[in-house]
């Protein structure tokens, strides 16, 4: 069975600081592994995803992510926090197609509050 | 339209009273996933449907939730006898794979939710 962890409920950064949301996984077979960003009172919006390929995955609003296979861990990062990326973060896991579901499973969510 | 519609946003009822809860997805997107997301409890999957198939019900929690597909576009999911625990926000998402699961990039399209309160 798929699963996905987020081991931070919160986390906190200066603006203008780098910021990582960290995420680990647990899956049969190699991973997609998503990132997915909600604003209040709005669903949640795709960031980025890591199918094969380069182990650092570029996405919307200047965040990126790191795929370590051997960590089985996919953090989502940006090199300066803006206020305005506060928000709350979900990592997601699916099978690969043709190895299980076509479900994701998604973690619990981090809220990212980033101070002025 | 262009994205993700459900409705209504916004639903109080009183505990017993039956709910639907309607998706309108992106058009062409053959798949359609229902999640419930409750405070401080992530998303939780609730059921799937992938065009003709049958859907993949196995996260619905009792029997009083079900849903239907309708000529592979709109869905409804409707929650009887409404329970105080069954307060949360109903999402809809939406993605393109075809039958074989080619065309599948494997992100899913949300709406913005349907906010359910059981008083």
């Known amino acids: 069975a798929q699963s996905v962890a987020q081991p931070e409920d919160q986390v906190n950064v200066a603006e203008g600081n780098p910021l990582t949301v960290k995420c680990t996984y647990s899956v049969s077979g190699n991973p997609y592994l998503f990132w997915y960003v909600q604003y209040p009172n709005r669903g949640l919006q795709f960031l980025l995803k890591?199918?094969?390929?380069?182990?650092l995955v570029k996405g919307s609003y200047g965040f990126e992510a790191e795929f370590n296979k051997s960590q089985t861990s996919f953090h989502l990062k940006k090199p300066s926090a803006l206020v305005s990326d506060s928000a709350l973060y979900f990592c997601a896991v699916r099978d690969p197609p043709g190895r299980g579901s076509y479900i994701p499973t998604f973690g619990r969510g981090t809220s990212l509050i980033v101070h002025p | 339209g262009a994205g993700v519609s459900q409705s209504p946003s916004n639903k109080v009822t009183e505990k017993g009273k039956d709910v639907e809860l309607r998706c309108d997805p992106i058009?062409?997107?053959?798949?359609l996933y229902w999640y419930r997301q409750s405070l401080g409890q992530g998303l939780e999957f609730l059921i799937y449907?992938?065009?003709?198939?049958?859907?993949?019900k196995s996260g619905l929690p009792s029997d009083r939730f079900s849903a239907e597909r309708t000529g592979g576009s709109v869905s409804t999911l409707t929650i009887q006898r409404t329970q105080q625990e069954d307060s949360a926000v109903y999402l809809c998402a939406s993605s393109f794979r075809l039958a074989g699961g080619g065309g599948d990039t494997g992100e899913l399209f949300f709406g913005e939710g349907s906010r359910l309160t059981v008083l």
């Open positions: 058009s062409g997107h053959t798949a």
């Open positions: 890591y199918i094969t390929g380069d182990n």
């Open positions: 449907f992938q065009g003709n198939s049958a859907p993949d």
